[in-house]
């Protein structure tokens, strides 16, 4: 079973519709992280999370929005969706447990989300 | 400004030959650096970090050296494989409070038998 999972893989929507994006995980991890990537930008970090009562913004996230449900969820929204957010979307989580893996991420499958 | 350079084009090299990556930065000073490796359609994979004072890191086939006064961490792939093809990212991490990681975009690896 995979660690880290995002609903939906795919998606298709209209300028103006709300859209949530799903991440679970079965890791046990206290911190998660949403970025998104566009071709030759790299990914770059919409919000990110240390715990259930701990939400910050990262380097992109007007226009976004989060909700940490809890220590495995954490989901993404997009309010009023527009074009240019159409982009390829990561879910990850860190521990810093163990000197080895110091911050090291575990990725999601990603989302691919249109916005026509 | 603050910037990470990886080559954009894609890197074709023969099986059996070493594939060498280069992951530039400029007016940031990473405590340590991370690579990645990201198949099509599939989320990054950690594969190695290496500390600001270490100078050179092995797993296996990997070595990633780290030049902090040039600001350059170079990937090693030895003997490589057509199953290393695959796009390489270099993260930096920037220490205080957070420890955010910064991305490169990538360098797409082509091994050819």
């Known amino acids: 079973d995979a660690d880290v999972t995002q609903t939906p893989r795919n998606r298709i929507t209209k300028t103006g519709k709300r859209i949530m994006l799903e991440c679970s995980q079965t890791k046990g991890h206290d911190r998660m992280y949403w970025y998104r990537q566009d071709p030759g930008l790299g990914l770059r970090l919409i919000y990110y999370?240390?715990?259930?009562?701990?939400?910050n913004k990262g380097e992109i996230s007007d226009g976004y929005s989060v909700s940490r449900q809890a220590q495995a969820k954490f989901s993404l929204s997009l309010e009023s969706a527009i074009p240019n957010q159409t982009a390829l979307y990561f879910c990850?989580?860190?521990?810093?447990?163990?000197?080895?893996?110091?911050?090291?991420?575990?990725f999601g499958p990603g989302t691919r989300l249109t916005v026509l | 400004s603050q910037k990470i350079e990886q080559n954009s084009e894609a890197l074709n090299i023969q099986e059996g030959k070493t594939a060498t990556l280069t992951c530039n930065y400029t007016n940031y000073s990473p405590a340590y650096l991370q690579w990645y490796r990201q198949d099509p359609g599939r989320g990054p994979v950690f594969l190695l970090l290496?500390?600001?004072?270490?100078k050179e890191k092995r797993k296996e086939r990997l070595k990633v050296t780290f030049d902090t006064t040039l600001k350059q961490s170079l990937f090693h792939i030895t003997a490589s494989q057509p199953a290393d093809s695959a796009t390489y990212l270099c993260?930096?991490?920037?220490?205080?409070?957070?420890?955010?990681?910064?991305f490169g975009a990538g360098t797409r690896l082509a091994v050819h038998p």
């Open positions: 290496i500390r600001e004072n270490e």
């Open positions: 993260a930096l991490v920037i220490s205080g409070g957070y420890n955010k990681l910064i």
């Open positions: 999370s240390f715990d259930v009562k701990d939400i």
């Open positions: 990850a989580t860190s521990d810093l447990a163990g000197e080895s893996s110091y911050n090291e991420q575990f």
